[in-house]
């Protein structure tokens, strides 16, 4: 879980494919020690660009997506790396897109799992973080243990497998929650998300 998000740059999985319907290229590859997604598309209406990929969230091992930051604002990258199938592909929300959607904003509710120490968004906003957004990569041990404090000053930190059941459970549910759709399948979430909608119809908790 520690690999759960980060730097982009501590998690590069390359990326050139063409999506048929748009006809955009898109490419993610690594320049000057930096992490970029490229957009492109020859023809009638062509159209080019590139975004500074920031964080990833995801290990990849099931699925990745990246984060990238345009005047403060959070948004998630328009593609997705599907570790079932091994293929980069548009995110779920957007695989009928026609054109090239640099909108999916990044909300607290969907990074709050796989993010540890996150800044609320600035107030009137859903997704302007102030930076650097994550201060430390993955779930942190204080999401499971606690506070730090009492440790540093010598205490035993809480051991969540000798708490009481539901205290237990608690913890690891947080972010691992039964509903709509289990965590035994896994990554489903994403799948079905599509904007506009509420973000909390599609998680699995
Ligand atoms: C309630 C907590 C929670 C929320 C909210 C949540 N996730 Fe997840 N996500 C998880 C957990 C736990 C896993 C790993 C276990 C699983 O796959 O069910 C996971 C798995 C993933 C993976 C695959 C990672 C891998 O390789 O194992 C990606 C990518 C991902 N989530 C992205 C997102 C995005 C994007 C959002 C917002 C739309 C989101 N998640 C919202 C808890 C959450
Ligand atoms: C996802 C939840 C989770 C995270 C994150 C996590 N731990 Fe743990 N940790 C546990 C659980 C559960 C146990 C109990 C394992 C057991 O006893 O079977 C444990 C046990 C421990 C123990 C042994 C405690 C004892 O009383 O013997 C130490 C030390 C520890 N973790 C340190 C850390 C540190 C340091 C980090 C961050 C780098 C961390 N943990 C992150 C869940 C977590
Ligand atoms: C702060 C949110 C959070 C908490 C709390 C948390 N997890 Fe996780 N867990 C995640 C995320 C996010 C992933 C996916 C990591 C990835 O692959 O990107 C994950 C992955 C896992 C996986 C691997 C799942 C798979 O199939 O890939 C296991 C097992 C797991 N967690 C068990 C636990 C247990 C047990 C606890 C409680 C002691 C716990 N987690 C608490 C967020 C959390």
Known sequence: ??????P???NVIPADFMHKRSGVRYRIYRDSGRVWLSFERKGENPIHGQRELLYYIGSGRRG???LFVEDGFVFESPINWYGDRQLWDMTPAYQDASEIPLNLPAHTSCLHCHVSGMKPPVNGTENRYEMP???HSGVSCERCHGPGAGHMKGAAIVNPAKLPPDR???????CHMEGRVSIERAGKHIYDFRPG????NYIHC
């Open 168 to 174: 237990r459970d608690a913890i690891c549910m947080q």
């Open 133 to 135: 957004l994550l201060t």
């Open 64 to 66: 990745l997506t990246y």
């Open 8 to 10: 982009s740059l501590d």
């Open 197 to 200: 909608d509420s973000l909390s």
């Open 1 to 6: 879980m520690a690999h759960s998000s980060g």
